[in-house]
């Protein structure tokens, strides 16, 4: 048993004081409770970032001697991915602890709105730990010289010999092998990341330096979203990842079919199709209203160029030449906003479109709620959690028969679909809702049907801690 740590409670201010000593080992953790927060020394050493993270997060006996999952994040907290946090409270809800590693620690901005210091407090940030890392990887190297060998040519060969992503891979495994290292201290056999990219690396080589120290009963998995996950093979390698893993989540059964192009058909069975979820709890429906002297559309999402915002501004001033009373409001920061800024400029349509930038949650549920019309114009998408969000207040979508999208926006059902890149197409069918109010009414209340049917957060969540206590066992 590995020697106890010194934990702390968060008080209802997030403050913390000390409490009792807890026993850690690799099978079980004893005497924890809803709150306490146990700090991994790795982690927490100096030069290292935050390393206190919640160990149970569930009141039930059965869920006090389970062990937690490491969930391996990009970013976290962060107002863009809530969809995570949401997914996190409601796996733990389910009775399964999970221990959070973010690569990036959270922007200012993204620590302000409320909860988000216990979120951080409870997180450990692996490029904030680096030299943590390197000093494990180095002592991992050591210990076991001949089978670490095979984790380093593991990690280059995935470069494929390209130099820059050789060095990435490096910074992936000193990351992983902090990630190891908390994982052995801290009881962790299973590792979940979400996203293929950096994310899945970091939990696929962990694991196998983990399997290299001796734990050969460490096991990962993987949740695959969407474009970026597939743009670059050579650099995201599923075909690799997916063949180690003991499960990949794929959001969409569009990404779960991407994924199958790229791996052996004997692969296939442990793609599970896990759909993201919302808290429907906090989406309250009601009936698209009568509209007013000013008709508004909203869209929300990252301002890059899959998302097609270019072509909804195109659409929209094209509106704007025949009729006086329209609104556009796109929610969302990217790369894309200062190209979507010289487009609204060049249009001359200032006046009637704006970027508002991120907004907090309940922010983004006020527009959505003061809004006509809802509209995604993406090029290529997993299954938009902003669509979601959408139909669950009641807010008629138009979007594009692109990618996973059909799945939830079903044409004349559910939403208007239209050709991706047809801004023609785009303004038809957001005149069509705009001017036929039972049309409005009939998509909406389908809509907040089919969301509550695939999408509530908390059925979701049972559905990950199932997968990762069954699949993974």
């Known amino acids: 048993m590995a020697r106890p740590y010194r934990a702390s409670v968060l008080t209802p201010r997030g403050a913390k004081r000390p409490v009792r000593k807890l026993s850690i080992d690799r099978r079980q953790i004893r005497r924890t409770d809803r709150h306490r927060v146990v700090r991994c020394p790795q982690a927490s050493r100096k030069g290292g970032g935050h390393g206190d993270v919640q160990v149970n997060g569930a009141g039930s006996r059965a869920s006090a001697v389970r062990s937690p999952v490491g969930y391996v994040l990009t970013h976290y907290p962060k107002l863009a991915q809530t969809f995570i946090a949401g997914e996190i409270e409601a796996v733990e809800r389910a009775g399964q602890p999970l221990y959070i590693f973010a690569m990036n620690a959270p922007e200012v901005s993204e620590t302000c709105r409320p909860g988000a210091e216990a979120e951080v407090a409870r997180t450990v940030y692996l490029k904030r730990s680096l030299g943590a890392g390197l000093g494990a990887l180095a002592l991992q190297s050591m210990r076991h010289p001949l089978r670490m060998a095979r984790v380093w040519r593991l990690a280059v060969s995935s470069g494929g010999g390209h130099p820059a992503r050789i060095v990435r891979r490096l910074s992936h495994l000193a990351q992983a092998a ?115 002297s000013r008709r508004r559309i909203v869209a929300l999402g990252r301002l890059s160029p899959e998302k097609g915002f270019a072509v909804l501004i195109e659409a929209v001033a094209a509106l704007l030449k025949r009729r006086k009373d329209l609104d556009l409001r796109i929610i969302g920061e990217g790369q894309a906003r200062g190209a979507l800024e010289a487009q609204i400029a060049a249009l001359g349509v200032g006046h009637s479109i704006s970027l508002t930038g991120e907004l907090a949650p309940d922010e983004v549920r006020h527009e959505l709620g003061a809004s006509d019309v809802f509209s995604m114009p993406s090029f290529s998408e997993g299954l938009p959690i902003s669509i979601m969000e959408a139909m669950a207040v009641g807010v008629p979508v138009v979007t594009t028969w692109v990618a996973g999208i059909p799945e939830l926006a079903r044409d004349g059902s559910t939403a208007l679909t239209v050709a991706p890149s047809d801004s023609a197409g785009m303004a038809k069918a957001i005149e069509r809702l705009l001017d036929d109010g039972p049309l409005r009414l009939r998509l909406a209340r389908a809509a907040r049907t089919r969301v509550e049917q695939q999408h509530d957060i908390n059925r979701c969540g049972e559905t990950v801690a199932h997968l990762l206590r069954g699949d993974m066992a």
């Open 178 to 292: 902090l990630v190891a290292r908390c994982a052995e201290r801290e009881g962790i056999e299973r590792l979940h990341a979400h996203f293929g990219l950096a994310p899945a690396t970091i939990v696929w080589l962990a694991t196998a330096i983990a399997r290299a120290s001796g734990r050969d009963d460490a096991k990962f998995s993987f949740t695959i979203h969407g474009f970026h996950d597939f743009f670059d093979a050579a650099e995201t390698r599923l075909d690799l990842k997916a063949a180690d893993a003991a499960a990949v989540f794929c959001i969409s059964d569009f990404t779960r079919s991407q994924l199958c192009l790229t791996t052996d058909p004997g692969l296939w069975p442990r793609f599970h199709v896990v759909r993201c979820g919302i808290d429907l709890s906090t989406f309250a429906y009601r009936d698209p209203p009568t509209l007013g």
